[in-house]
């Protein structure tokens, strides 16, 4: 017998992990746990990325003498081999071993303690070399010998370009599917509920469903991972993620591939709902996400890309999440057209993401409204920041950014519409800043931000400040505050305005005295600081005040 030991230099090779594809299904081999090979009585080495794929691929050889060697992965050895004739199996009905064809078959070595790791693993069967090469879906007869013949299954026909997969039918899974479409093709998921476990795509396909069918999660698992380029997902109804603190489990997690499209879907309590890890040039769009946690820690994000590129993402529908969009380590990204309403932290959270266009998104009703921070060249166009409220919410924050451009966005009813900490040349144009509480608050640490063309109107306090030293330009911008005239009717204010009122000055320092806001004491003060400015900082002027409404 012969064992073989990754790193050994007397054994044979250990798999090409990879680097070398499953010579059954075509996958991948990425998964040290899992998979196999046949060595045949010259040194041919055909190898496998799981059991049932080397089980099926040896029922159908025609002269099975030929498979001198038949080695599997050891699951608790990961990268060692150990020969057929040592090797006990175990079929996990479980969720948690993440086997590349979804259906949980693994191998250990003879000594192994089986039911232990059943148990560990949420529960399990053993199986015999014969029933393992059954469930992979051929038929051994009653031989006692590992000698099958193939029979017309799932796993034993010829690859097909179209797919139909039918609750009842001669294909009943997007997995079973996988093993039979060919790459490139399609697979069409008809109407039904499909509870498979973890549906791995490892190779370029278009799975489409007809008639809204679901794939339910069970409340334990993630539903879809996509390791392939060039898959589209499009037409289906993703449902009831399970909820992990270890991991992110996702309706559909696309990891380190390009290309992808996810279209039209509806994903309703999701954990996470699409996941995007280290993906390039993917699309997600026009999708449904509804979720229905009521705790920051048991829910996850709508929309997430972690170390990713080129990615756009346009008119999807996002609620119910801990943040409704989130982006880390992004570049070059494009949010367009989204509604993200009702989430329970922020509707977009983007960290270290440079690069990236915003255009024509609503934020609504989101628990601390929009955050944007440690990133550089942003831009955010024509979005709506509206009725995000609360004392630790914003319409948007942008902290430790540099070169953003804010341009004919609308900031409406928010405790805070715009909190600027840490913006190194920020420019604000043709915004509106609509009955907020705070239109704009500038932290000392604002750098050289240029407000021009904005409209402020019905604020509690159009402008607040933390430093008596700014940096800030306001100009040409319009004020519904603004009390000053206009002799030469140019269009400008012949009066400065200092939008900055005592009022806000004495709220900032000591937050009860709101309670005062509409009193004539406060009034009396703010009359006074206009026609003897002292308190309030002298560089924050609007010089040119527009007497209309800027267009």
Known sequence: MVIAVAGCTNGRKTLDYGRADCAYCRMRIDDSRFGGEIISAHGKRTQFDAIECLASYYAALPDRSVAQTVLVADFEH?????????????RVTGSRTGSPMGRGMLAVSAGADV?????????????????????????????????????????ATARRTVVDVIPRGPVHSIGDALLVVNRGGTIIVHAGVYRDSTINVSIPVTIIGQGWPVLDGEHNRQIMTVTADSVTVRGIHFRNVGVAFTEDLAAIKIVKASDCVISGNDIDDAFFGI???????????????????????????????WNSRDVTITGNRISGHRDGIYFEFVRAAHLRDNVSEGNLRYGLHFMYSDSCDYQTNVFRRNGAGVAVMYSHVVAMTGNRFEDNSGSASYGLLLKEIADAHLERNVFARNTTALFADGATRLVARHNDFLSNGWAVRLSASADAALFTGNNFAGNTFDLATNSHSNTATFTGNYWSAYDGYDLNHDGAGDVAFRPVRLSSIVVARNEPALILLRSTFLALLDAAERIIPALTPGGLVDAAPSMRWVR
Do not use: K, M
Request: hydrophobic content about 40%.
């Open 115 to 155: 039911r232990r790791l059943a148990e560990l693993l949420g529960g399990g069967t053993e199986l015999s070399w014969l029933e393992v090469v059954a469930h992979a879906g051929v038929d051994t007869g009653a031989e006692s010998a590992v000698t099958a013949r193939a029979v017309s299954t799932p796993a």
């Open 275 to 305: 996941y995007l890890q280290e993906a390039r040039r993917c699309v997600v769009d026009h999708n449904t996400l509804r979720a229905t946690s009521q705790r920051d820690a048991t829910s996850g994000n709508g929309i997430h890309l």
């Open 78 to 90: 990961p990268g060692r081999l150990i020969p057929l004739g040592r090797a006990r199996f175990v």
